[in-house]
């Protein structure tokens, strides 16, 4: 068909197409003929089972439907698209009586315009600027979200990079205090202990100096395998999830003098992987030193569970609890760097706190299940 060249084209943002679908053939030639004299591309249909072969999600910006049509009706047309494409402009259009109300109709249908030719074509090309108007905006809406999920994306990317980097730097230097800084509190302590060996009677009162000297070194040393352990939990390796975060909470206890009640089931790297280990060493580190230094708590619970696909271990604490909509005080990673930590092991972090009600900390992280495709390595067990 030769269609006439569009007399005064709309000023459009997008290039908007349009798709019509009606039995009657007069009424399909009257209603494409005005829509491209406006500058639009316009798409026909005689049946909704043409349109259905016709219509792909994102192909059209607006589909105008005729409400009576042998075979599919216009109501069953509209469900179709709908359930293919949420986001297209629909438009119902009807010639007769007898059908919904209209404000019934745009009740019941999810559809943005209702037209009764009756009305003439002014108001048809109102309803087809309202729809496309809408359009555009939701183009844009999904055009930021796009944008906004893509910088997620690398967001989430740059906080992996970023959480990596954090643990080699303190395996660096969790390294270097022991390698060096732990020698030489060795080598001082040796030393004083040997002048205390080998002092003259005459200088006596040497030995009370030299022996706190010993004293300090080996104080020293302890704090530095201490501070070591705390950047660089190397018993993932060594003794496996489990084990590690034993040995820390009884080193937390002893420090802290805050009882904690630990119980946790051993798990292998077959089906926790090692990233998912270390994230759940630190939140759990985290979580401690919080409580240690915020909560005034007196009792602790720490507990593991392994379900069939996730492994889940919650934190109790009877101290002074806080707002849940607040990030408590913290040097560590705080309360968003825990949720990040989780979620790009593909976990969940919930926090639930009331103030003078103590506070509960559960992370559920996924488990390597037989079929998963998950490259892992050993951390022990």
């Known amino acids: 068909m030769i269609r006439?060249?569009?007399?005064?084209?709309?000023?459009?943002?997008?290039?908007?197409?349009?798709?019509?679908?009606?039995?009657?053939?007069?009424?399909?030639?009257?209603?494409?003929?005005?829509?491209?004299?406006?500058?639009?591309?316009?798409?026909t249909a005689t049946s909704g089972t043409q349109a259905l072969t016709l219509f792909r999600p994102g192909q059209f910006q607006l589909v105008i439907v005729d409400y009576f049509m042998p075979g599919m009706n216009g109501e069953r047309l509209i469900q179709e698209i709908r359930a293919r494409d949420t986001d297209v402009q629909i438009m119902l259009q009807t010639g007769y009586s007898g059908e919904k109300p209209p404000r019934e109709m745009l009740r019941q249908l999810d559809i943005q315009g209702y037209h009764d030719k009756l009305d003439g074509p002014d108001r048809l090309l109102l309803w087809v600027e309202v729809a496309l108007k809408a359009a555009t905006q939701l183009h844009t809406i999904r055009d930021?979200?796009?944008?906004?999920?893509?910088?997620?994306?690398?967001?989430r990317r740059l906080s992996a990079r970023l959480f990596r980097l954090q643990e080699e730097e303190r395996a660096q230097i969790s390294r270097e205090l022991h390698d060096h800084l732990g020698q030489l509190h060795a080598a001082i302590s040796m030393n004083a202990a040997w002048v205390s060996r080998h002092c003259p009677p005459d200088l006596s009162a040497l030995q009370e100096p030299l022996q706190e000297t010993v004293q300090l070194a080996r104080e020293a040393q302890h704090a530095t395998r201490t501070l070591c352990t705390l950047l660089r939990p190397g018993e993932l390796n060594r003794l496996g999830l489990s084990?590690?975060?034993?040995?820390?909470?009884?080193?937390?206890?002893?420090?802290?003098?805050?009882?904690v009640a630990f119980s946790c089931p051993t798990?292998?790297?077959?089906?926790?992987?090692?990233?998912?280990?270390?994230?759940?060493?630190?939140?759990?580190?985290?979580?401690?030193?919080?409580?240690?230094?915020?909560?005034?708590?007196?009792?602790?619970?720490?507990?593991?569970?392994?379900?069939?696909?996730?492994?889940?271990i919650t934190i109790i604490d009877n101290g002074k609890g806080f707002l849940a909509t607040a990030d408590p005080p913290s040097s560590g990673l705080g309360i968003v760097g825990m949720h990040e930590r989780a979620r790009l092991v593909g976990g969940t972090l919930a926090i639930h706190s009331t103030p003078g009600q103590g506070t509960t900390v559960t992370l559920r992280v996924p488990l390597i299940t037989e079929g998963d495709n998950h490259d892992s390595y050993s951390i022990g067990g």
């Open 4 to 43: 006439p060249t569009p007399h005064h084209p709309v000023a459009e943002p997008m290039d908007f197409a349009i798709l019509v679908v009606d039995d009657q053939e007069a009424a399909l030639v009257s209603t494409c003929l005005l829509l491209e004299m406006e500058g639009y591309r316009v798409h």
């Open 144 to 155: 930021a979200e796009r944008a906004l999920a893509a910088s997620q994306a690398q967001l």
């Open 243 to 259: 084990a590690a975060l034993q040995e820390y909470v009884a080193d937390f206890t002893r420090r802290s003098g805050t009882a």
């Open 267 to 312: 798990i292998d790297s077959s089906t926790l992987p090692p990233e998912s280990a270390t994230t759940i060493y630190r939140i759990v580190q985290e979580a401690l030193t919080n409580i240690a230094r915020h909560a005034a708590a007196t009792a602790i619970m720490i507990k593991g569970q392994r379900q069939p696909r996730q492994f889940t």
